[in-house]
């Protein structure tokens, strides 16, 4: 009896791992691929991934999937091709290893097979309100919170009608963000699941909810439709300002301590020579 | 691979470091926990590069702490524009003041020879170690702003994952290369604390804040015990 158990426990949880991988793979895809690719459903950010086994050799996908920016600068053309028609943003290296890979082009595979007529992406004709874009410059100054706790985009980021004292430089200005990425759609998918590899660890517990990244979308639309440049940086102004400051301080630190040597140490000396 | 040597292997080195060799340091030699003033020997110099150096850096250090301790505090301080501005002007002044005194106590130590004797090898290398974290922060600060929120917001979960035991280098890993030196040669110098006279931050004479005033009464003549000049 005991003989049995133990195959049949066996086998009974390599069944329940590889459904539980599965599930694992699909989840994976939703979490981390889906902001910017579709299995049938258009081009996002990044192309529509239907029927890619058919495009493309498997090994050669697999090696852009571990680490696309090694394919990218070694200036295969089908990688520059790819790199073209994303508007040049780069797909991040996810730190997927082969086995993942893999099983995220065999999901894939499966889905392409389920997967309709790849529909042509639909670019909504509505256009947002007022309230909405003002709405988004609050969420982005962070004028109005998050409901979920996130960071609000002026930590990083600026934009051409917040300028450069508004936002901050660590990440990119976001003025043409929506042409970058592609439009409407892809924005409002990169919003849903931040891709780029600092926001994504910031944002996996603190999502933005549908209607904040509605107000997000309209605003940056807004930034991208003014035509207007880039904010200029402002590195040599805010050490300007700081400069300034800390002389200030070192007037005050001169001030607040001029008798240092006089109300004390030299009557002292003085006195002792008495 | 280098993320992990640098956001994980040299964290908790630089952590045992500090603790080990600091605990063995004060229970072994515990009268060289101090700063070694060199306060008596030249004092008008001095005044310009201690003062700015310990007021700026502890500044700048309980706003980094803050952004550790307080993080969503910090964020809902940013959330107003005016606030953002006010904390980060100032961190920045705090860090300039840093490193004009840190500047100023360089030059002292070089230029007067009574300094140059009691300056020994590790001093020297710990000047030019916070040297450069200085210029690194200030660069940080007016290159990549605003610090105070993306501090809160990525650098605080990274260090709360070291100290939960479960690192996390995504925060991290894709910051602009000042960053991470300025985060690389914050750890080293961590690592670096306990062996040299930085070692005095851990002995700070708090009870100095609220112990009884002390009056020194004069009982000899004081022109017995002068010396001739």
Redesign the interface.
């Known amino acids: 009896m005991r003989l049995l158990t133990l195959p049949l426990a066996l086998v009974l949880l390599l069944g329940f791992s590889s459904a539980a991988h599965a599930q694992d793979v699909e989840q994976y895809f939703q979490q981390n691929c889906s902001a910017c690719h579709s299995i049938g459903g258009g081009k996002i950010v990044g192309p529509d991934l239907k029927g890619v086994l058919e495009r493309q050799d498997r090994q050669w996908l697999v090696d852009f999937i571990v680490d696309p920016n090694s394919k990218l600068d070694s200036g295969d053309p089908y990688a520059q091709e790819l790199l073209a028609a994303a508007n040049n943003v780069r797909m991040i290296k996810l730190g997927v290893d082969p086995v993942l890979a893999n099983a995220l082009l065999d999901y894939i595979g499966t889905k392409s097979k389920e997967a309709g007529a790849a529909a042509a992406p639909v670019e909504e004709e509505t256009s947002f309100t007022a309230e909405q874009v003002s709405a988004g410059r609050d969420y982005f ?3 109005r ?1 998050f409901r979920n ?1 996130a ?2 985009c ?3 980021h600026t934009t051409a009608s917040i300028g450069s ?6 990440g990119p200005d976001l003025t043409a963000a929506m042409t970058r990425l592609g439009g409407r759609r892809a924005l409002t998918g990169w919003l849903g699941i931040p891709g ?3 926001m ?3 944002f996996r517990d603190h999502k933005l909810m549908p209607d904040e990244i509605d107000a997000l979308v309209a605003f940056l639309e807004a930034e991208n439709n003014s035509g207007a440049a880039d904010a200029p940086s ?2 040599a102004n ?2 300007g ?3 300034i ?2 002389i ?3 007037a005050l ?1 001169g001030f607040l ?1 001029k008798d ?2 006089t109300a004390t140490r030299i009557p002292m000396v003085e006195k ?3 | 691979m280098l993320d992990t040597l640098f956001f994980v292997v040299l964290p908790y080195l630089s952590l045992l470091l500090f603790f080990l060799v600091g605990i063995s340091r004060y229970r072994k030699r515990p009268f060289s926990v101090t700063s070694l003033s060199s306060q008596f020997l030249e ?1 008008r110099k001095h ?1 310009w590069s201690t ?2 150096f310990h ?1 700026g850096l502890i500044g700048v250090l309980t706003i980094h702490l803050a952004g550790l301790l307080i993080p ?1 505090t910090i ?2 301080w ?4 005016a606030r ?2 006010f904390l ?3 961190g ?6 840093a490193l ?1 005194g840190l500047i100023n106590s360089i030059k002292r130590r070089l230029q007067l020879p009574r300094m140059k004797v009691v300056t020994n090898t590790s001093d020297w290398v710990l000047l030019v170690l916070l040297l450069i974290q200085i210029v690194l922060g ?1 660069l940080v ?7 105070s ?2 501090f ?3 650098a605080s ?1 990274w260090l709360w994952s070291l100290f939960t035991l479960s690192p ?1 280098t ?2 991290v ?4 290369l000042l ?1 991470k030196l300025h985060i690389i040669n914050a750890w080293i110098i961590i690592g670096y604390f306990p062996f040299t006279r930085l070692i005095h931050v851990l002995v700070v004479p708090n009870p100095y804040l609220w112990r009884k005033t002390q009056v020194v009464l004069w009982h000899r003549d ?1 022109k017995t015990v ?1 010396i001739k ?1």
Do not use: Q
Not at chain 1, 165 to 170: D, E, I, S, T, V
Not at chain 2, 78 to 81: E, L, P, R
Not at chain 2, 173 to 176: F, I, Q, V, Y
């Open positions: 100054t962070g004028a919170s706790g960071p609000s002026n930590s990083c004292w508004g936002g901050g430089h660590l780029s590899a600092t994504s660890p910031v402002s590195t805010f050490l300002v700081g400069i400051a800390a200030a301080l070192l630190f301590w240092r040597y002792s020579k008495r | 004092n005044f003062v700015p007021y969503d964020l809902a940013n959330a107003s524009h953002l501005l980060e002007v100032t920045l002044a705090l860090g300039i003041l004009v200030i600060a007016i290159n990549h702003s605003w610090g929120s993306w809160a917001a990525s979960p996390d995504a925060y890993a894709t910051m602009p960053v004081r002068r000049d």
